[in-house]
Nanobody
Framework: VQLQASGGGLVQAGGSLGLSCVASGRTFGSRTVGMGWFRQAPGKEREFVSG????????DYADSVKGRFTISRDNAKNTVSLQMNSLKPEDTAVYYC?????????????????WGQGTQVTVSS
């Protein structure tokens, strides 16, 4: 699976951004590929943001983004998206999409088999 993330940028606090991750290679639409979004701020470890199961039925979020971020997927378009609303300066980070082979999602970096290249999100105060 190859992953290409896009949609990052600079936004003021309280604003919104939408990230997309397009997958190619292994059949994304077979519902056997679970997806996740992680982020990494300077000097910090990469952390879980959100995950979605292969079917799209199950989702989960880090407490810090619950109620503000929404993950979704379109298996017909091999795409997973992250809609980010009410952004805060502490959301500033490089955001990565990731995929795992068993259709589930996990909360650690090691739970994923494939990673995209990352896209920068900067929220100004």
């Amino acid at each position: 699976v190859q992953l290409q993330a896009s949609g990052g940028g600079l936004v003021q606090a309280g604003g919104s951004l939408g990230l997309s991750c397009v997958a190619s290679g292994r059949t994304f639409g077979s519902r056997t590929v679970g997806m996740g979004w992680f982020r990494q701020a300077p000097g910090k470890e990469r952390e879980f943001v959100s995950g979605i199961s292969g079917s799209g039925v199950r989702t989960d979020y880090a407490d810090s983004v619950k109620g503000r971020f929404t993950i979704s997927r379109d298996n017909a378009k091999n795409t997973v998206s992250l809609q980010m609303n009410s952004l805060k300066p502490e959301d500033t980070a490089v955001y990565y999409c990731a995929a795992r082979r068993d259709g589930g999602y996990g909360y650690s970096v090691s739970a994923y088999d494939y990673w995209g290249q990352g896209t920068q999100v900067t929220v100004s105060s």
